[in-house]
T-cell receptor, first 113, second 110 residues
Framework: GENVEQHPSTLSVQEGDSAVIKCTYS??????FPWYKQELGKGPQLIID?????GEKKDQRIAVTLNKTAKHFSLHITETQPEDSAVYFC????????????FGTGTRLTVIP | DTAVSQTPKYLVTQMGNDKSIKCEQN?????MYWYKQDSKKFLKIMFS???????INETVPNRFSPKSPDKAHLNLHINSLELGDSAVYFC?????????FGPGTRLTVT
């Protein structure tokens, strides 16, 4: 089955700096890569996703890049704000029918004011 | 509000008991899921279900069973609860790729 690795496990940045979280996946058939933000006591919230036919996608301060050849994808957050502090999860799936998500182990991001 | 909802939010029970967690989505999605998040925050798929098929993660004990009375609901039944079942359980739903998660149910088995 799919195996998703995520680094780093913790990340602290100063407010206004950029944060980068990286993931690798093992199954070359995976074609859908979402990123989730989980705040304390809440469910994961989809913040951005990318499909395998796209190399980069941007939504305001958040961007995701995908390298299919190397089987890795990354989340970039620019101009970080204290409210960006949360646990971020990457995931991978084969987006056909019921697409079970295989999650990375999470990155706890702390933005220091 | 359109959303995925779960009840109860907290569930404390003793070993050996049978319990259920309810999930409802009003997003009109046709596929629903259950995930387990352990104490280290690791999220793992347990089941996915639509009106055509149930896909069970092979690592899930058969004490766990999903039941869907209709497209908007996927309830999770757990028999003979064990200490290791303590975790946060999330329901999710999707129409195509994007999955939306409920707020979670924290299950504590004592």
């Amino acid at each position: 089955g799919e195996n998703v690795e995520q680094h780093p496990s913790t990340l602290s940045v100063q407010e206004g700096d950029s944060a980068v979280i990286k993931c690798t996946y093992s199954d070359s058939a995976s074609n859908y890569f979402p990123w989730y933000k989980q705040e304390l006591g809440k469910g994961p919230q989809l913040i951005i996703d990318i499909r395998s036919n796209v190399g980069e996608k941007k939504d305001q301060r958040i961007a995701v890049t995908l390298n299919k050849t190397a089987k890795h994808f990354s989340l970039h957050i620019t101009e970080t704000q204290p409210e960006d502090s949360a646990v971020y999860f990457c995931a991978a799936s084969i987006s056909t029918g019921a697409n079970n998500l295989f999650f990375g182990t999470g990155t706890r991001l702390t933005v220091i004011p | 509000d359109t959303a995925v909802s779960q009840t109860p939010k907290y569930l404390v029970t003793q070993m050996g008991n049978d319990k259920s967690i309810k999930c409802e989505q009003n997003l009109g999605h046709d596929t629903m899921y259950w995930y387990k998040q352990d104490s280290k925050k690791f999220l793992k798929i347990m089941f996915s279900y639509n009106n055509k098929e149930l896909i069970i993660n092979e690592t899930v004990p058969n004490r766990f069973s999903p039941k869907s009375p209709d497209k908007a609901h996927l309830n999770l039944h757990i028999n003979s609860l064990e200490l290791g079942d303590s975790a946060v359980y999330f329901c999710a739903s999707s129409r195509q790729s994007e999955q939306y998660f409920g707020p979670g149910t924290r299950l504590t088995v004592t």
